[in-house]
């Protein structure tokens, strides 16, 4: 019975041959929570503008590495007025070859800081 919300807070993100990160699919509570459209077959870039790298460094270093990434933080990178809103997300590389990482799989989990 918790499936659908569990997927609703999955996204899944290509690690393109030239470097680049295209969203394949991502849940409803992702898109809802940063609230800036749909992302499914968008780059960081085109979703988040001059704030792209703060999604971009973990992006590359799950690609590169091949390692989990957890992290914590608040909305205020993308939205000013959201300093409140804050969320921890993990991502985990993904392989077709075993090798190299050409997909990334994250998972949100989102919270109010009680601060």
């Known amino acids: ?3 659908p919300k569990v997927l609703s ?3 899944l993100v290509d690690a393109l041959a030239d470097g680049t990160f295209r969203y394949r699919v991502v849940g409803t509570a992702v898109e809802e929570f940063y609230q800036v459209g749909s992302f499914a077959g968008h780059t960081p870039e085109e ?3 001059d704030t792209a790298e703060r999604a971009l460094i973990p ?6 590495t091949g390692e989990a990434f957890l992290r ?3 909305l205020s990178w993308v939205h000013d007025d959201r300093r409140y809103v804050a969320y921890e997300v993990m991502l985990l ?3 077709d070859d075993g090798k190299a990482v050409n997909m990334l799989l994250g ?3 989102f919270v109010k ?3």
């Open 1 to 3: 019975m918790k499936l």
């Open 9 to 11: 807070c999955i996204f």
């Open 47 to 49: 979703k988040f503008g």
């Open 59 to 64: 992006y590359r270093h799950v690609r590169d």
């Open 72 to 74: 914590g933080a608040n």
């Open 93 to 95: 590389p993904l392989s």
């Open 107 to 109: 998972v949100h989990d």
């Open 113 to 115: 800081d009680p601060a």
